[in-house]
């Protein structure tokens, strides 16, 4: 969204106030999502400071294959690059839409650098737009399933958190803020789908796409583990093709998707 002049973005903002306050009312559900949101983010600052374990570089699959070093790690985010593609060229012009797949698609570049020598600088360009993603989904929740225009509004504030969580690991080499950016989307998202009503058919995809997430997790784990079973495919290399299938089951929501209640 492109405010012209600030009455603009008084409006919105106004807007948005409105219809909070108005939910207030007699909507508990919004209340405990702001509360857990605020709680959260002040709960950060009892943490200790997070440092990025270097140890998280070094990768089960090192092999070398047609040149390119880490070879199975690098080749296996090409998927995210045609998924991010095929959302952007295929899906109804949304910023909340475009923002998720133009994350993805650049997940898949920021990704494949990174394996081709991972290190805490070329990590940074992996996480960027993967914070932009997780954002991205949050804001698409709450405009599915909380309101529309509420979820287009807060789409911005919540990926400048996304990419402020990234410079400020940058800039203090704290990951704090990062993993609440990875962490409130896996609490704010079960509530918001528990709590809300859907507006649109095709939520059986978003639970493929969470279990896809889940498993994408587990294969990340036992990274060593499932390399050691035959040297074939690393933990790490199926962690990528998991988390590209979750995001081909967002993508399907997005195709299939209809409004079955209107606004
Ligand atoms: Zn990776």
Not at 93 to 118: K, N
Not at 213 to 236: P, R, T
Request: aromatic fraction near 14%; include cysteine; charged fraction near 15%.
């Amino acid at each position: 969204m492109k405010y012209r002049t600030t009455t603009d973005f008084t409006s919105h903002s106004c807007y948005l106030a409105q219809m909070m306050l108005g939910r207030l009312k007699n909507s508990r559900p919004v209340l405990v999502f702001l509360v857990l949101m605020i709680a959260s983010l002040v709960g950060l600052l009892l943490l200790p400071p997070i440092a990025q374990d270097q140890s998280y570089h070094d990768f089960a699959d090192q092999r070398t294959l047609l040149g390119v070093p880490h070879f199975w790690n690098v080749v296996s985010n090409f998927p995210f690059i045609a998924i991010g593609a095929a959302g952007l060229w295929q899906l109804r012009r949304d910023p909340a839409i475009d923002v998720l797949f133009l994350g993805i698609l650049l997940t898949g570049f920021g990704s494949a650098y990174y394996h081709l020598d991972p290190n805490d600088r070329t990590l940074f360009w992996d996480r960027l737009p993967m914070a932009v993603s997780f954002m991205a989904i949050l804001a698409n929740a709450i405009e599915e399933r909380v309101d529309a225009k509420a979820g287009a509004i807060l789409l911005w504030p919540l990926v400048a958190v996304g990419v402020f969580s990234i410079l400020l690991w940058r800039w203090t080499g704290d990951l704090r803020l990062y993993g609440w950016v990875q962490f409130f989307p896996c609490l704010a998202l079960p509530l918001l789908f528990l709590l809300f009503p859907a507006k649109y058919s095709g939520t059986s995809y978003w639970l493929i796409a969470a279990a896809l997430y889940a498993l994408a997790k587990l294969f990340e784990f036992y990274d060593s583990a499932i390399y050691s079973i035959g040297s074939i495919l690393s933990g790490h290399t199926l962690k990528h093709i998991a988390a590209a299938a979750a995001c081909v089951a967002v993508l399907r929501h997005f195709q299939k998707r209809r409004l079955i209640t209107s606004e």
